[in-house]
């Protein structure tokens, strides 16, 4: 390709990352196996799950309403990885306000889910399925902040790890209260290996 073909080519690629380095703004150039790369991306990926669990869930306004608020606080935390703690060029930091919101929402909508125990399988209807994939990417997102905070720790703010973990939390309530009239699917610890019945037509076969 000449080089006035490429002056021609869309900006929204630029070959930059064509050798596994990428620009994280105030951190400059990093490996894309960063750490704190990784922990960008793993928020990115929790906001688009959110996001179909919004779009696909049939879920009420004030529960779609909550989630907006949540995906624009994922894009806080984004916005907060770019820019170092120890500079005061930031947009947004994570602070306790933050999470203190989650809180109260997961205060709020527990009420809806009368058992918390966590002793039910994933699923039921089909919000509840979708918020509870959501929830599994947020703790996945959580765990890759605390890396992110371990690896650079005088630079990355761990706030934004502690948001992760009520997310979390507060899609795991919402996942249980989307179940609330229809039932949830119960866990029946070792249930595969018990002795089978065969008086029933809906026996799974495995």
């Avoid at 490996?31 to 906001?47: F, G, P």
């Avoid at 779609?64 to 624009?72: D, I």
């Avoid at 979390?168 to 919402?174: D, I």
């Avoid at 179940?179 to 949830?184: L, M, P, S, V």
Wanted: net charge negative; proline share 4%.
């Amino acid at each position: 390709m000449t080089d006035d073909m490429r002056t021609n080519e869309p900006e929204y690629y630029t070959r930059g990352g064509d050798n596994g380095q990428t620009r994280l703004s105030g951190h400059g150039d990093l490996s894309k196996l960063d750490s704190l790369v990784a922990a960008y991306a793993e928020c990115d990926e929790a906001n688009s799950t959110v996001s179909v669990a919004m779009a696909m869930g049939g879920l009420p306004a004030d529960i779609v309403r909550t989630l907006s608020s949540v995906q624009n606080d994922l894009f806080d935390i984004q916005a907060d990885l770019t820019v170092p703690t120890d500079s005061d060029t930031a947009k947004v930091r994570i602070v306790q306000g933050h999470i203190d919101r989650l809180e109260r929402a997961i205060d709020h909508y527990g009420q809806d889910a009368p058992d918390l125990s966590g002793m039910v399988l994933p699923g039921g209807t089909v919000a509840s399925a979708l918020l509870s994939q959501s929830r599994t990417v947020a703790r996945r997102a959580e765990r890759a902040l605390w890396a992110a905070v371990e690896d650079h720790p005088q630079t990355v703010n761990p706030m934004t790890a502690r948001y992760m973990n009520r997310l979390s939390s507060l899609l795991f309530v919402l996942a249980r209260g989307a179940n609330a009239e229809h039932g949830d699917v119960t866990w029946a610890p070792g249930v595969s290996v018990a002795p089978a019945h065969t008086d029933s037509e809906t026996d799974a076969v495995l």
